[in-house]
């Protein structure tokens, strides 16, 4: 009897020892969730902190690259204007070699609302940094315009942005602004694909400065919105400007078309070639078959 008892002890005691190691068990599972679950918290709100670091310098970068083109676009231009010492052709090798600069110093920015609006729509950029990256560029353009009134001192009738051609009509300048900003978005898409940061900057600010002499007599040569519109506001003076909050916006995303459709071009046809056909609903004819073909293979290819 006095052993059966001992082993109803031992037994009591065995499973007692059991349950506490399985609750120890248990509170250490539980610490390592909380650890765990701690340490993704902790990597969360630092991957967050990085992002939006990231974020702001973006936006500085792309409020100080507007800064310097805009100011030394107007520097240039009032110097032309009020002294004459520079000659058009001066004034537009300025703005590339600024162009250039930036580029080159800063690394890759957009510094005009026409490339981010087109860099949004074709998917690079999101559409929630969209207002955020025009704002910077429209606010270092201001600052630009009112730092080059305090170290210029112009007059009223000095003027430093871009307008059309004295009674000229509209359409001529219109259609510049929108061909050359067509031009520079191949060159930016392409510039944009290769390694070679140097490279890419001497490219775009050559393109911009070279464009900018073809055109600036008749149109002034923007192929920027922020060119036009911070000396616009600062000045007073709205001549025709939405030429130049249309034309360049316009003009780069049928660039950045024209390029995508270079570039996949072969695919396009291969697709075609493959595309099986397909039987005409009633009521669509055949155009719109086709057109609807090269639109998904477009699609597809993209």
């Not at 059991?18 to 509170?27: I, L, M, N, P, T």
């Not at 004034?91 to 490339?115: E, K, R, S």
Request: charged letters at 10%; proline letters at 4%; a neutral charge.
């Amino acid at each position: 009897m006095a052993a059966m008892m001992m082993d109803s002890t031992a037994e009591k005691d065995l499973a007692g020892d059991g349950a506490a190691v399985s609750g120890h068990g248990q509170d250490l599972e539980r610490s390592c969730h909380d650890q765990d679950q701690e340490l993704a918290a902790a990597d969360g709100a630092s991957s967050r902190g990085l992002a939006i670091g990231h974020f702001v310098r973006e936006l500085m970068v792309e409020g100080m690259a507007s800064f310097l083109l805009v100011f030394w676009s107007a520097v240039a231009a009032l110097m032309q204007e009020m002294h004459g010492t520079l000659t058009f052709p001066m004034v537009c090798l300025v703005v590339a070699l600024t162009a250039a600069f930036v580029l080159c110093w800063l690394g890759p920015a957009h510094f005009n609302p026409a490339v981010t609006v087109t860099f949004t729509v074709f998917g690079y950029l999101s559409w929630t940094k969209l207002p955020f990256y025009v704002a910077a560029q429209l606010a270092g353009s201001l600052l630009a315009c009112l730092s080059a009134n305090g170290v210029m001192e112009p007059r009223a009738e000095h003027f430093y942005g871009t307008v059309p051609m004295a009674g000229g009509d509209t359409r001529l300048p219109f259609l510049l602004e929108l061909v050359a900003s067509a031009l520079l978005m191949v060159v930016v898409a392409t510039a944009a694909r290769g390694s070679n940061q140097t490279a890419g900057g001497l490219a775009i600010g050559a393109a911009v400065g070279t464009l900018g002499l073809v055109i600036g007599p008749v149109s002034g040569g923007s192929m920027n919105p922020i060119r036009t519109l911070g000396p616009a506001i600062v000045l007073g003076r709205y001549t025709s400007v939405w030429i130049y909050l249309v034309a360049p916006v316009a003009g780069m995303l049928i660039g950045a078309l024209c390029n995508r459709l270079v570039r996949r071009s072969d695919a396009i046809i291969a697709f075609l070639c493959a595309a099986k056909p397909r039987v005409v609903a009633p009521g669509q004819n055949r155009a719109a078959r086709r057109w609807s073909t090269c639109v998904s293979a477009l699609l597809a290819a993209g």
